[in-house]
Structures are given as structure tokens and as C-alpha cells.
């Protein structure tokens, strides 16, 4: 079965600093994914997704590929108090990309 | 525009119960889904639909059921409910050729006692 993992944190970063959040996949055939931001007592909503390799940015957030490694990682530059929030990694369940499967989520803390 | 909408927010159950969540959504997606969150614990996939019709088991599907006959809609059977049940209930939706995207609801807080 495939699996996702993340650091649960809580990852603390002061206001302005960049936040590093770290997922491993174990399907070395895993060809999407996609990170998820969820607020306390909401539901997940999508920030990115990257399919290739290498980097992908948006805005203040920068997705990273690595698929040898089998390691996606995302970047939050100039962090915002509004920031905190669980971020969810996932990945497409099957090559037919109908479903995702979802890590744990690590918590960020950004103060002011 | 509604998007995902699911009812009841909030339900208690005694044990040995059932009851069925309610899922509907208004953007015409294929994919429906149906996941579960366990306090500090990521999203864990029970059941997913690609069309009405047509559902198939996700990671941890005992204790559920469901249907797609329409679709909008796509509930979530629970039989003989279970404290290990005890959870939140999100359904979402995508767009038909990739799950690139999931639009939630606002999901479902479901209490076995």
C-alpha cells in the first residue's frame, strides 16, 4: 500500500523567515502531487501541484521534485502569521490518477 | 454556487447504530470522494466514485458503504456504528481527467458513543 509521510511538527518560524516542509512517498512510480493547506476546523484547500522534477513557483511558494529521492518538498518565503495552518502532502493513488492519498500534515507556527 | 455540500455537520450515534452522510455537489465533477480525519491525523480515503455508477474501495473502507446513482450525489453508509468510527467526514469532489484538484466540503463530525 502506498505511503506518505510527513513530520507532524509543530515547524515554528518567526514572521518574514522561510518555512521548509518535507514529504516522502514510497511509490517509486508516483507520478502527482500536490500540497494541501487546512485551517484548523476547515477543510483542506489545494496550494500547488507539481509533476516534473525540479521547481515549481507560485507566488511566495515554491514546490520542489526530487523523484529519485522520491522526496516533494514546499517552500514558504516571507512567512505570514497567516501561514499557520496544517499542510497536507498527497499523492495520486494509482497511474490512472483517479484518487489521492493523503499524509499525516505538518503543523506550521508562524509569530509575529 | 454551492460546490460540495454535506449533511448533517454534527451527529452523535450510540453504538450498534446507522445513518447516512449526505454528499452533493453542483460543478457536474465525475469524481466524488469520501475521506475521513482522525484528530491530528491526515486524510484517509474510504470509498471513491468515477462516475454514477461506479464506486471503488479506497484505503479504509470497512464499516461503509456507498452508492453513486446520480451524479451529484454520493452518501456514505454507516452500519453498525463503531466508537473506532468516530471521526471527520469530508466529501470532495474533481474534474474528470485528473484528480489534480479536490473541492471539499465542509464536513461532517461524527461522535460514537
Known amino acids: 500500500q502506498k505511503e506518505v509521510e510527513q513530520n507532524s511538527g509543530p515547524l515554528s518560524v518567526p514572521e518574514g523567515a522561510i518555512a521548509s516542509l518535507n514529504c516522502t512517498y514510497s511509490d517509486r512510480g508516483s507520478q502527482s502531487f500536490f500540497w494541501y493547506r487546512q485551517y484548523s476546523g476547515k477543510s483542506p484547500e489545494l496550494i500547488m501541484f507539481?509533476?516534473?522534477?525540479g521547481d515549481k513557483e507560485d507566488g511566495r511558494f515554491t514546490a520542489q521534485l526530487n523523484k529519485a529521492s522520491q522526496y516533494v518538498s514546499l517552500l514558504i518565503r516571507d512567512s505570514q502569521p497567516s501561514d499557520s495552518a496544517t499542510y497536507l502532502c498527497a499523492v495520486n493513488m494509482n497511474q490512472a490518477g483517479t484518487a489521492l492519498i493523503f499524509g499525516k500534515g505538518t503543523t506550521l507556527s508562524v509569530s509575529s | 454556487n454551492a460546490g460540495v455540500t454535506q449533511t448533517p455537520k454534527f451527529r452523535i450515534l450510540k453504538i450498534g447504530q446507522s445513518m447516512t452522510l449526505q454528499c452533493a455537489q453542483d460543478m457536474n465533477h465525475n469524481y466524488m470522494y469520501w475521506y475521513r480525519q482522525d484528530p491530528g491525523m491526515g486524510l484517509k480515503l474510504i470509498y471513491y466514485?468515477?462516475?454514477?455508477?461506479?464506486?471503488d474501495k479506497g484505503e479504509v473502507p470497512n464499516g461503509y458503504n456507498v452508492s453513486r446513482s446520480t451524479t451529484e450525489d454520493f452518501p456514505l453508509r454507516l452500519e453498525l456504528a463503531a466508537p473506532s468510527q468516530t471521526s471527520v467526514y469530508f466529501c470532495?469532489?474533481?474534474?474528470?481527467?485528473?484528480?489534480?484538484?479536490?473541492?471539499f466540503g465542509e464536513g461532517s463530525r461524527l461522535t460514537v458513543l
Open positions: 470532495a469532489s474533481g474534474e474528470a481527467r485528473l484528480a489534480r484538484e479536490l473541492f
Open positions: 507539481i509533476y516534473s522534477n
Open positions: 466514485s468515477v462516475g454514477a455508477g461506479i464506486t
